[in-house]
Structure formats: C-alpha cells, structure tokens
C-alpha cells in the first residue's frame, strides 16, 4: 500500500446494497486496533453493526446519520474512560483514522460520524447498542460498498504550514 491511499479516503455518504464481508470487516477492525495508544493502554473498545434494523435505528438518532440507512456496516468506535480517562479521545480518534483508511484501502466507502461530545448522540447510541455507562461512544463509522465516486485529493493548505517557528 502506498501513501496514496491517505489522498483516495474520503468521505462516502452513498453505499450500494452490497455487504461487506467478513473476512474485510476482520481486517478494518485489526487495523483499527493497530492505532497507537497513550502509554499503550489501549482502552478502544469496537461494536460492529450489519444487523438493518440496528443501523437504521442509528441513522434515526444520529443527526448526520441518513447514509446509515443505505450503509451495510457500522463500527461505533468506544472509549473505556476507567481505563483511560484523559486520553480516550485522542486514541479512539487515531483508531477512527486508521479504520477510514484501512476501508479505502480495501475498496470500501467510509464516513465518520461525530458522537462525543454531544451529550444526546452518546446517550442515544448507547441505549441502542447497550453500551455500559463507563465506555465513552467517541464515533460512528458508516462502511459499504461506495455508490459515489469522489476523487483522490489533497488538502494541503501552505499557510498552515509553520517550519521552525509560527
């Protein structure tokens, strides 16, 4: 796999009604877990999502959540804040990274939806996916087969761009 992949994720809110297979969710949740952690603690914890009626009560209570009705699969990307309380985020966020990139690189669509911090996504896919009080729900991941197709691109921005010094 080269760089490139990073250029080619994008943001698919489109699927066809293809499911993903098995053996490609195995290996999206593995990379995922590849993420690196704070001291490696690794406090992630990974609900995947192929049951219809599930995803369309996702889509219901996630605002931003329509293409759930059209995705295959889900991964709700969760934090263990026993484990980690100050820095479940940022490893929960590396591994939503590495999940939207391992989903490109097998041909996938991917798109992330935000959950933590808003109070009323959480608490709403919690209740749906019976997630304990202690886990934190930092994203929703919608995945299928892509019915768009959107151009690799860069996002570079030279102006943010600071070399030893703002």
């Known amino acids: 796999m080269s ?44 609900v995947t999502i192929t049951e219809r009626e599930t995803l369309n ?35 929960c966020s590396a591994v939503t990274e590495n999940i939207l990139i391992a989903a490109a690189a097998l041909d996938l669509g991917a798109c992330w939806l935000g959950c933590h911090p808003r109070e009323e996504r959480v608490s709403s896919i919690k209740k749906i996916l019976s997630i304990p009080d202690n886990i934190g729900v930092l994203s929703l991941i919608a995945i299928g087969y892509p019915a768009e197709n959107k151009e690799a691109r860069t996002q570079y921005d030279k102006s943010r761009d600071h070399r030893q010094i703002w």
Request: with cysteine; proline share 5%.
């Open 57 to 91: 009560r996702l889509a219901e209570a996630h605002p931003y959540g329509k293409m759930l009705f059209q995705a295959t699969a889900a991964i709700a990307v969760c934090g263990d804040t026993n484990v980690s309380p100050d820095y479940w985020i940022q490893d």
């Open 3 to 46: 760089i490139d992949i990073i250029f080619a994720r994008r943001s698919i809110r489109k699927f066809k009604e293809q499911e993903v297979e098995e053996e490609k969710l195995n290996k999206i949740i593995e990379s995922g877990m590849a993420a690196p952690s704070s001291r490696n603690i690794k406090p992630w914890h990974l």
